[in-house]
């Protein structure tokens, strides 16, 4: 389960999402919070046009690992590339933070 300083965390990411202008903006505030927070990690969005996936925005250090897909819904999807190896339950917490700001 989440701490209270993840707790803290995701509820101030949140609210800094909700003051952007737009989408794109929110993903950008998203991306540079995550990978602040989690060190090591890279992380960027896409969009789903036709069938190929469209960079929209992303954070972090280039890395030479493979990167990890995480559909979001039909249209959006995370990358994370992770070089210290997060817990799986951190990666869900991510995910399922980036679900949320798609969703509204």
Known sequence: MCNKKCSNWK???IEKTKS???????LRLMADEISSYYPGIKIWFTEKS????SFIVG???EQYIS???YRLNNNYAVFIQDANSL???DKN???N???MLIAK
Do not use: H, M, Y
């Open 11 to 13: 509820n101030n990411i």
């Open 20 to 26: 952007a202008a737009n989408l794109n903006d929110s």
């Open 50 to 53: 036709g069938k190929r996936e």
């Open 59 to 61: 954070a972090g250090k």
């Open 67 to 69: 990167p990890k897909k």
């Open 87 to 89: 817990k799986e339950e």
């Open 93 to 95: 917490s991510i995910v």
């Open 97 to 99: 933070i980036c679900r």
